[in-house]
């Protein structure tokens, strides 16, 4: 009775989906967000074009999938966040670091992450107050971006902003707020973006862009392509630090992982390309640098909506739906650490939630500083590779990494295939493509990250 008590008790207080698609519709918003149309486009830009994308694409299919269905079994089976899942499998033995590991990149990763999401809600603001009603080139773009990023006491209030609004939304438990947004909004993304494509194809001297991001020229490959392309693959997919651990400790036994899984990194993976194919046409139209980094997307959007009849309501529009992307990602960074304090340490979720925030806020204040406003920031590693990109390799590609490679060591050789089967196996469903996802789980995945992250080691080539 008192036991059935405190099941039932856990259970209301951690929640759940309501259902197979609303599982999907929130791992899918957990996964869709600026990694998409941010992150993938110009590092897709600084890495070869094409060449790149099509490495992408095989590491989503070869590393992503297995990985995340190997997160969700894991989540599922233990009803845990990373650290207790790890705990509660192999008690009394060092896997609860990698857990760990998790807790900390979700952390670092939504320290820099909520600096530019603040700005896609600042960007949203001013195009509503008519700040780029009137400019005719990109390069003018490029301006109105230096100087509003150059103020460090907007960076920092967007930052502030965007943090809180995370807390607020994960302070209100799992299903009902994540769910019923991520359901009618990302939709009407994917709509928006296939506009803003078809507008970006056709502008004149558009070709070129569409070679440069279809056209594979292997003489632009090189070793840390692989390197930005695994990261890439991970960090779209919300894979490597358990984020889909803490999800899938969510799902129902009645569905099929491996088809939910199917769906996200389809999703996904169908937001960045379209992402591209807006981005690339409208920089080559404009001769604009693709290599240009992390302010890519705010120059190149508002020269593509000056170029559009009602352009700037769909900027505006845009904007406010990347925000909200923005925000079903940050929602699920910052569960992590939040479910670790709540299970493990028996934290009540409302104290977890402020305490995780402000940590985020003041680990993000440098990000914030570091596009312009403070020369030291801006230029950390190298000539415009500021605080921002070192955050964004160090947890977004490196600490990503380690995590998937320890997760399928795990999933294939600790834990064992065979457990993974079982879980998903539950109640009768399917385990399609097993035999594949063997084979990759134990050495496609684990060999591909560590070569790729032992020739970084080796030769020192960071960044
Ligand atoms: N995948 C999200 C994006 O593309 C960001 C994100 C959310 C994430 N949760 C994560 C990245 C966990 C890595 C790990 O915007």
Redesign the pocket.
């Known amino acids: 009775m008192v036991q059935e008590e405190l099941v039932a008790n856990l259970d209301t207080s951690r929640g759940s989906w309501s259902s197979k698609i609303g599982f999907v519709v929130a791992a899918a918003g957990?996964?869709?967000?600026?990694?998409?149309i941010w992150?993938f486009p110009y590092v897709a830009g600084q890495n070869g074009g094409a060449i790149f994308v099509i490495i992408y694409i095989f590491f989503v299919v070869l590393i992503g999938l297995p990985v995340m269905i190997s997160e969700l079994a894991i989540g599922r089976n233990t009803t845990k966040n990373p650290v207790g899942a790890f705990k509660m499998l192999f008690p009394n033995s060092l896997w609860k670091v990698i857990g760990g590991l998790g807790v900390i990149?979700?952390i670092g990763?939504l320290s820099f992450?909520a600096v530019i999401a603040g700005y896609t809600v600042g960007y949203f603001i001013k195009i509503v107050l008519g700040d780029f009603a009137r400019i005719e080139s990109a390069a003018q773009a490029g301006e109105i971006f230096a100087s509003f990023t150059a103020n460090p006491f907007i960076s920092i209030g967007l930052l502030f902003l965007f943090v809180l609004l995370t807390v607020l939304v994960v302070m209100g438990g799992v299903s009902a707020g994540i769910e019923r947004w991520s359901k009618i909004l990302m939709p009407i993304l994917l709509l928006l973006l296939i506009l803003l494509a078809i507008r970006s194809i056709t502008l004149p001297g558009a070709e070129q862009g569409l070679i440069f991001y279809l056209k594979p020229d292997f003489s632009k490959f090189t070793l840390t392509t692989l390197t930005w392309a695994l990261g890439q693959a991970?960090?779209?997919?919300?894979?490597?630090?358990g984020?889909m651990i803490t999800y899938g400790s969510y799902i129902s036994k009645k569905d099929n992982l491996v088809t939910s899984a199917g769906y996200v990194c389809f999703f996904?993976t169908l937001i960045a390309i379209l992402a591209g194919l807006v981005m690339f046409p409208a920089l080559f139209a404009m001769g604009m640098d693709p290599a240009g980094g992390p302010k890519l997307v705010f120059v190149v959007l508002p020269s593509i909506f000056a170029k559009m009849p009602g352009g700037m309501i769909f900027g505006a529009g845009i904007f406010l739906l990347l925000a909200v992307?923005?925000l079903t990602?940050?929602i699920?960074?910052l569960e992590?650490p939040v479910a670790y304090f709540v299970d493990e340490h028996g934290w009540k979720r409302k104290k977890a939630v402020i305490l995780m925030g402000s940590v985020t806020f003041l680990m993000g204040i440098p990000s914030a500083l570091a596009l312009g406003a403070n020369h030291f920031l801006t230029n950390f590693i190298k000539e415009n590779f500021g605080f921002l990109d070192f955050m964004n390799a160090l947890f977004?590609n490196y600490s990503?990494s380690i995590g998937a490679f320890f997760i399928a060591i795990f999933a294939g050789y600790q834990w064992g295939t065979k457990a993974v089967a079982n879980e998903v196996e539950q109640q009768g469903n399917i385990f399609f493509l097993r035999r594949l996802w063997i084979f990759s789980i134990r050495f496609i995945c684990p060999l591909a990250i560590f070569v790729i992250l032992a020739y970084i080691a080796w030769t020192g080539n960071y960044f």
């Open positions: 957990s996964a869709i967000g600026l990694g998409n992150r990149t979700g990763i992450y991970l960090f779209s997919l919300s894979l490597g630090m984020t996904d992307a923005a990602s940050t699920s960074l992590v977004g990503l």
